[in-house]
């Protein structure tokens, strides 16, 4: 990963924040928190990017259509977990 220069509001994950850290001395970050406000519209974002590369990378490793469904609905199961909401268990994909 390069750092580029320039503003722009993205995500800090773990491989940004190495470059961050490794770079302080270069460049002044200023960054911050997720507004609350926004943050499942922001985190749904990265996230879905995430799983579409995800996806990618079953598809491009021979996963059947089966596998990859299998692994959305691991997501969705993660979810109905986590929140302790089973309709969203109605939302998996058959």
């Known amino acids: 990963m390069v750092l580029k220069t320039g503003l722009y509001e993205q ?7 190495a470059l ?3 770079s302080k001395d270069e460049y002044i970050a200023d960054t911050g928190k997720i507004d609350k406000e926004e943050a499942s519209f ?3 974002n990265y996230t879905s990017e995430i799983i579409k590369k995800g996806l990618d990378h079953l598809k491009d490793n021979h996963k059947s259509l089966d596998e990859q469904i299998a692994f959305i609905n691991k997501l969705i199961s993660s979810i109905v977990h986590e929140t302790g909401n089973h309709d969203f268990s109605k939302m998996s994909v058959d």
């Open 42 to 44: 922001v985190l749904a």
């Open 20 to 22: 961050l850290e490794a």
């Open 11 to 17: 995500i800090i994950d773990q491989a940004l924040g």
